[in-house]
């Protein structure tokens, strides 16, 4: 039972499963309103209170009244608060007492840029319009056949409206957007200063008109009250005719207005948290260099060219600053002032007539590129890199600087670098994302038919998604993906080869809850590799066997082969990142010292390729940003020579293979070899068979998808608050182990072990270990085509030399005129 206000309301029913999560009804929004009389109705006609079924529309089905109250009570107390503000006709002013008021002014304002929770008031200069505070003003209301007009009443006793000062500010819920124009004043109609009057302004402009209020016109077809369609009739002309043009479409995002006729489903009711007011972080065009002398910085001419057929002018930036340290110049130019309309826009530099890109926007092919999003840059401007809300100001940091803070050091992790708890069993709470798409559950709907008989796709534990953004990101980046490159905008000398590439990479391991782990992995600028020692060996440890130290040794020697001067280098092996990865394979399968067995994968990057060895059930997936968010493009195949026996490579004592004379063991050439092409902005994944046995692929999209790509960071100008790949394999390898805790998931291993006709069910617990690597720019490498400073300054000395001697000519030539005439004038006056 609920105490209801008479206002138009809509709902839906909603089931909270043990398993399931929260289930809502499917389809539109039940509906119900309340008439004067305290009748309950549903699309005008009265419903009869009959027992709901869920999920099931019953035309005729309303709630009922509770029993023993009267029908008025719940909705009379306070009704105009709550109604729908339709102007009325005014009542007589009371002339005296604390209720009597001096005039009566309504308000008509056109805002249509409110979201999500928004709402529009009116601030000013007297008390009643809050003393300039915007949470004081008069709060003006709309609903979906008004809008985008926002309505509301002064009444006015402390002083007269030729006195008072005013703006309209949209209020959200962290910030405040006021009028940019001058403070307002009324003009009232000349000679008449009788009231009531009406107000009618467009948000942010500086046209005001002033009437005299007139009675809204009566709907007879619904007795005394007014019809909206009728007064925002009556409205259409004076709002007209303060700047809006007739027929011109607007869009409201905001909850509370959208039109009956789009049907208000559940998902989008958790949008009333969208922060959407956050003034934003200015998107600037930015060009930096460095070694120029300040006043050698003040003579050069920067440019910014837009691509063919952008209709964007070439514009001209102004030297912004000056730093000592370095001689650093910026030039720079506001997004705001070239009006780039919304999508991402390709355009280069030129310095005094030369090509230039700048190293503070992304570089595709010969161009730089910038996404131009207010909504996104809204959401990640309230946000830091762990997608959490910020409590402060947000601390900036050069583009460099970020770029710089991306590891580059080559790390090896062995079982010492294992996370012994994970999650306690039982988890934490069930996150409850407030997003458009919170709602959705956490596995997409055709996920779910695709996985029929699979996971039950729950929640994951709160600690899961630790350091995630929201699911309201995935909705902001669809769509956001590089068009075809233009064609580059000079014939510069050579083919372009491109951005380099390196990885950006990070790690997590878990410790299975009983035994040593046995995991070890490597990382590194442009390799990656994981081991998974074979736990079973341990009954031989009285032989020496350690899987745990040969796993380790494994990813050891396997990155030494890949670096500079190793066996399997780029000099070495130039044209083929397969084989340099087997062959990193091979050079710890003959260097490890240790005893034991190990499945092992081994990953080399090298320009626009990606080259994988992968022996057993350990393995990569590579991911790519599409219009609807990430994919998986390559996945590799694990390696069975029957169920639960994978691939591997082992190494024994001589006393144990005497045991065993007919033992056929593994090796480094058995491996399977792949080449995959790779772009800015791919994510690759690598994995001990802890992850691939718990984690369904959508799952781990589904994940994924809560991520921001350095890319998409860095085309709106916001680098900072991409996501670290440590923390998409820590997310990763917590809700592996958490589906391995659970007694009751259907998760991948159930599925491959009923092919092969072992029937089990629940999660399978091992180690697990999980690489997450972003694909990202290596600055570290010169850019080709770079803009050569010094040759710049070099060719504007020569210049400023060659104008400098011919001025001098020129005067030279000057004084010589000057004394032919002379002595001339002389030879005729003697």
């Not at 994978?646 to 056929?664: E, G, I, S």
């Amino acid at each position: 039972t609920i105490i209801c206000r008479a206002v138009p309301t809509e709902y839906k029913f909603v089931k909270y499963d043990e398993f399931q999560g929260v289930v809502w009804e499917e389809g539109e929004n039940r509906y119900f309103a309340l008439t004067d009389e305290g009748v309950v109705t549903r699309g005008g006609a009265i419903g009869e209170p009959i027992t709901p079924t869920f999920g099931v529309k019953d035309p005729s089905y309303v709630p009922r009244l509770a029993s023993g109250r009267s029908r008025k009570t719940s909705f009379d107390d306070d009704v105009q608060e709550y109604a729908v503000p339709i102007p009325k006709t005014p009542k007589n002013k009371v002339a005296t007492g604390t209720a009597g008021f001096r005039d009566e002014l309504h308000f008509h304002v056109v805002c249509p840029w409110t979201g999500m929770g928004d709402y529009v008031s009116v601030v000013g200069s007297c008390p009643e319009l809050g003393n300039w505070d915007a949470k004081k003003g008069i709060k003006l209301c709309t609903s979906p056949d008004l809008f985008p007009i926002w309505a509301g009443v002064l009444h006015l006793q402390s002083c007269s409206f030729r006195d008072v000062e005013f703006k309209a500010v949209i209020v959200r819920l962290s910030s405040d957007d006021w009028e940019s124009n001058p403070n307002r004043r009324l003009s009232l109609p000349a000679g008449d200063e009788e009231g009531p009057w009406e107000a009618f302004l467009n948000f942010n402009s500086n046209t005001l008109k002033v009437a005299k209020f007139r009675s809204s016109p009566v709907d007879k077809a619904h007795g005394s009250k007014e019809n909206p369609a009728v007064v925002k009739a009556a409205l259409q002309e004076n709002m007209q005719s303060v700047g809006r043009q007739p027929g011109e479409q607007r869009r409201s995002t905001s909850l509370s207005l959208l039109a009956e006729r789009v049907p208000l489903v559940a998902e989008h009711w958790g949008r009333c948290r969208d922060l959407s007011g956050v003034s934003l972080k200015e998107q600037c065009l930015m060009l930096k260099l460095k070694g120029v002398p300040q006043i050698e910085a003040q003579k050069l001419f920067v440019e910014v060219v837009f691509e063919e057929g952008s209709q964007q002018p070439t514009l001209s930036l102004d030297l912004s600053s000056w730093e000592a340290e370095g001689l650093q110049a910026v030039w720079s130019l506001a997004v705001a002032v070239v009006e780039l309309a919304a999508g991402i826009h390709f355009f280069h530099f030129r310095v005094n007539g030369a090509f230039a890109l700048s190293g503070e926007h992304i570089r595709v092919g010969r161009w730089n590129a910038l996404y131009r999003s207010d909504p996104l840059c809204r959401y990640l401007s309230v946000r830091d890199s762990r997608g959490q809300l910020e409590e402060g100001p947000m601390v900036e940091k050069t583009r460099s600087k970020r770029i710089g803070d991306m590891a580059f050091d080559s790390v090896v992790g062995d079982a010492s670098s294992a996370d012994a708890t994970g999650l306690q069993e039982g988890g934490g709470q069930i996150v409850r994302a407030y997003s458009v798409c919170g709602h959705f559950g956490h596995g997409d709907s055709d996920e779910r038919e695709n996985q029929d008989g699979a996971n039950s796709f729950a929640p994951f534990a709160k600690e899961i998604y630790e350091g995630l953004f929201d699911r309201e990101l995935m909705l902001r980046l669809d769509g956001v993906v590089l068009p075809e490159v233009p064609e580059p905008p000079l014939q510069l000398e050579g083919e372009d080869a491109g951005c380099a590439l390196r990885l950006w990479a990070g790690a997590h391991m878990i410790q299975k809850a009983h035994g040593a782990c046995e995991d070890a992995f490597f990382v590194d600028p442009h390799g990656l590799g994981v081991a998974d020692g074979v736990g079973c060996m341990v009954q031989f440890a009285s032989y020496g066997i350690n899987a745990a130290k040969y796993a380790a040794e494994l990813m050891e020697f396997s990155s030494a082969a890949l670096k500079s001067g190793g066996i399997a280098s780029e000099d070495k092996i130039p044209n083929d990142v397969a084989t340099r990865a087997a062959t990193a394979m091979q050079h710890g399968e003959s260097q490890a010292a240790a005893y034991g067995a190990s499945t092992i994968a081994v990953l080399c990057q090298q320009g626009n390729l990606l080259g994988g060895a992968n022996l057993g059930d350990s393995g990569f997936m590579v991911l790519r940003k599409g219009v609807h968010g990430m994919s998986i493009i390559v996945k590799s195949e694990e390696q069975q020579h029957s169920w639960n026996c994978p691939y591997q490579l082992t190494r024994l004592p001589k006393t144990l293979l005497n045991r065993f004379p007919k033992l056929q063991l593994d090796k480094a050439r058995d491996c399977e070899r792949y080449t995959v092409p790779i772009r800015e902005g791919d994510l690759v994944i690598m994995f001990s068979d802890g992850l691939r046995d718990n984690l369904h692929d959508c799952e781990v999209v589904s994940l994924v998808n809560r991520t921001l790509p350095p890319m998409c960071a860095d085309l709106v100008g916001l680098l900072d608050r991409c996501t670290p790949p440590e923390t998409i394999a820590k997310t990763l390898a917590l809700a592996a182990h958490e589906r391995s805790m659970d007694a009751g998931a259907k998760v991948p291993f159930v599925e491959y072990s009923k092919r092969h006709g072992f029937e089990c069910i629940g999660g399978k617990q091992d180690d697990i270990t999980v690489v997450a690597a972003w694909v990202v720019a290596d600055e570290s490498q010169p850019s080709p085509g770079a803009l050569d400073v010094d040759e710049i300054v070099e060719e504007m000395h020569l210049a400023e030399e060659a104008e400098v001697e011919r001025l001098r000519l020129e005067e030279v030539e000057r004084l010589r005129l000057e004394e032919e005439e002379r002595l001339r004038l002389e030879e005729e006056e003697r």
